[in-house]
T-cell receptor, first 117, second 115 residues
Framework: DAGVIQSPRHEVTEMGQEVTLRCKPI?????LFWYRQTMMRGLELLIY????????DSGMPEDRFSAKMPNASFSTLKIQPSEPRDSAVYFC???????????????FGDGTRLSIL | AQSVSQHNHHVILSEAASLELGCNYS??????LFWYVQYPGQHLQLLLK??????LVKGIKGFEAEFIKSKFSFNLRKPSVQWSDTAEYFC?????????????FGAGTQVVVTP
C-alpha cells in the first residue's frame, strides 16, 4: 500500500503565479478530499469527490481555487492567481465509500507546504 | 452549523504521566468519531475510530477513547505517555446523515511530552 501521494512536498512561488498541487489516492479508494491547514483556521475541507465527481465544493474559498479529478488515480488543486494568504499546508486524503454511511477512515498524504511570496 | 470542540489547545506533561484530551461535538444524531495524530512535519494518521458498539475504543500506540453519547463527548486517553507522543491530536466527526464520509475536525490539541 503506497499511501496517498502528493506532489510537490514544498512549493514557493511569487504572488500572481499559478500553482498546481497534485494527488494520487490509494488504489481502490473512491472518495478524495482536499484540505487546507493553517495556524489560524486549522483544518478546512475545501472540496471532495466521489467516483471522480465533485460532490461538495462549498469549502473552496474563492473562484481562484479549482479542483479536478480526471480519473480515479489523479486529482489536482489549482490556484490562479495565487496570493500570500493562500500560504498553508494542503492535504489530500482518500477513503472508500461502500454504501450509505459505510465510509472507511480517511488516509492522508504528506501534504504540500505552499508559500506565496 | 455543527461543530467539534477540543478544549485544550496546548498540553505539556512529563513522560509516564497520564493524558486525557477532551472532544465534544454538537450534532445530536448518529455520528462516527475519529482521533487523528499529526507528528511534527508529518501527515495525519488515524489513531482510532468509533462507528458503533462498545463505546470504549482501543487504538494504536496504547491510546483509547470513550464515546459518551449523553455528553456528546469522545475523549482520548493514554495511561502513560512517552516523549514520542509529542504531536498534535485532532478529533473528527462524521455525521450519520452524511453518506460521503465528510469529516468535521476540531482545532487540534498540541501535546508536548517532556523527558
Amino acid at each position: 500500500d503506497a499511501g496517498v501521494i502528493q506532489s510537490p512536498r514544498h512549493e514557493v512561488t511569487e504572488m500572481g503565479q499559478e500553482v498546481t498541487l497534485r494527488c494520487k489516492p490509494i488504489s481502490g479508494h473512491n472518495s478524495l478530499f482536499w484540505y487546507r491547514q493553517t495556524m489560524m483556521r486549522g483544518l478546512e475541507l475545501l472540496i471532495y469527490f466521489n467516483n471522480n465527481v465533485p460532490i461538495d465544493d462549498s469549502g473552496m474559498p474563492e473562484d481562484r481555487f479549482s479542483a479536478k479529478m480526471p480519473n480515479a488515480s489523479f486529482s489536482t488543486l489549482k490556484i490562479q492567481p495565487s496570493e500570500p494568504r493562500d500560504s498553508a499546508v494542503y492535504f489530500c486524503a482518500s477513503s472508500n465509500r461502500t454504501g450509505w454511511g459505510k465510509n472507511q477512515p480517511q488516509h492522508f498524504g504528506d501534504g504540500t507546504r505552499l508559500s506565496i511570496l | 452549523a455543527q461543530s467539534v470542540s477540543q478544549h485544550n489547545h496546548h498540553v505539556i506533561l512529563s513522560e509516564a504521566a497520564s493524558l486525557e484530551l477532551g472532544c465534544n461535538y454538537s450534532y445530536g444524531g448518529t455520528v462516527n468519531l475519529f482521533w487523528y495524530v499529526q507528528y511534527p512535519g508529518q501527515h495525519l494518521q488515524l489513531l482510532l475510530k468509533y462507528f458503533s458498539g462498545d463505546p470504549l475504543v482501543k487504538g494504536i500506540k496504547g491510546f483509547e477513547a470513550e464515546f459518551i453519547k449523553s455528553k456528546f463527548s469522545f475523549n482520548l486517553r493514554k495511561p502513560s505517555v512517552q516523549w514520542s507522543d509529542t504531536a498534535e491530536y485532532f478529533c473528527a466527526v462524521n455525521e450519520g446523515t452524511d453518506s460521503w464520509g465528510k469529516l468535521q475536525f476540531g482545532a487540534g490539541t498540541q501535546v508536548v511530552v517532556t523527558p
